[in-house]
C-alpha cells in the first residue's frame, strides 16, 4: 500500500517552481500539493498569487499536511523548517546542501526520533541519484573512492572560461540559467561542492565530518595563466570533490585539478556533473548527469516524494561505533602554483619541486605540498595565488620520501 502524500512545498524559486510544474505535469506520482508558503508576497510568479501563504505556520500546524518540501535558498531558516516538521512527525524532503551538511546527526536523530523521514537527494549533483545509489545498492564496506564534479556553476565558469568567456560574464550567465546560489562564493570558493562532500562521505563511508574539517579551495583565481597550461598540456581544468579510503583513513577535499584527456571528467562540461565511485571488486563505475537547475534538481526532488509514497528512510547502515575509519588531511598532493608574483609562491611550502617557470609577468612551480599545511595560506582570499591540482594520486608521506622529511624553500627567483 502506497501512503497518501499531502505536501506542504516551501518556497517558490528555480526548484520549487519546477517541482510545481513537473510534479503537475507527471502523472506518475499520486500526491497533492496542499499549500505553498513563500517569503515575499510581492514578487511576479509564474502562478496565481491566491496559490500562496506567507506563514511558514500554515503547514507547520497543519496535521493534513504530511510531508514538507522545502526548498528555500536561506539555509538558517531551512534549519528552523526542517527541524520543526520533523519535530511533528512529518517526512521532510530538502535540497538544501548546507543546512545538511551542518546538521545532518542532529536531523537524523530527529528524524528516527519521530518515526520521519528525512531524504535530500536533490541536495547533491541535482539529478544524478548518487545518494540512494550509495545508501542502497554500495550498502557495504567495499567502497574505496568517490570523486567527481559536483557543481555545476563552477563547471559552467570553468567550460566557458576555455572557451575564452571572462569569468565574469560566465557567471552571470550561470546565475541567469538559474545554477548559482544566491550568494555564488559558495559556489566558486568550492563551499556548495564542500557540503555536498560532508554527504557522501556520510552515505560513502558512514562518517560524521563537519564541514570545517574538510578543505576547499574554489576557482575563484583561476586565471588565463592556468588555463593556457591546460591548454599546452592537453589538460582541462575541473573542480572536484574527492574523498578516497586510504588504509583505516579518509582523505577527502574540494580542489580544482588538471584532467587529462583520457579522464572521465575532461568532456563534461557546462552545468553537467559526475561522479565516479570505485569499489574493491567492481572497479570504477561513472555516474554523469545534470547537476543543477530548475528540472534537473526538481526531478531528484521528486523522486524523494515518490520514495516516500513508500514510506523509504535512509538507514545510516554505514555509520558504526565501531568503525575504524576516520577522517585526515594529512597526505601529499602534486600541486601547480602560479602568481604574477615570485615571492607569493615561495610562501607556499613545497617538499619536493618539479617543474619551475619564471617570466615576465608570470611564473608557476610545480611540485608536492602537504595538503594540511595550505590552510594556513587562505588560498580561496590570496588573489594573487592559483593552485590547481595535478594529476597524480595523492600519497602518504612513506610512499613519497624515503628518508627525511623537509619543506623545500627554495624555489624561484625574486
Ligand atoms: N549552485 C548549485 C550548483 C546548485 O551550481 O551546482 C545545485 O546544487
Redesign the pocket.
Known sequence: MSKELNIGLVGFGCVGSGLYEVLNKSKLIDATIKKIVVQDPYKERSISKTNFSFDINDILADDEINTVVELINDSDEAYKIVKKALESGKDVVS?N?KLIAEHLDELIFIAAKNNASFLYEG?V??SIPIIRNLEEYYNNDSLTSIEGI?????N?ILTKSNDGVDYDTALKE?QKLG???LDPT??VDGF?SKY?LVLLLKHAFGLNVAPEEVQNIGIRNVTKYEIAYANEKGYRIKLFSKAEKIGDNVVGFVAPHFVKKDHFAFGVDN?F?ALVVEALFSDKQLFIGK??GSYP?ASAVLSDISALKFEYKYEYRKTSEDSQLSFTNDFFLKVYIGSPFVEAINQIPFYRVDELFQSDDYAYQTGWVKFSELEDYNLNHRKEISLVILPEPFKGSESLFSGKLERHRVALEV
Do not use: P, R, S, W
Open positions: 535540497a546542501k541536495a549533483a541535482g559536483v557543481n555545476g556553476t563552477t559552467y550561470a545554477f548559482a546560489e559558495l559556489d556548495d555536498k552545468e556533473n547537476g543543477a534538481t
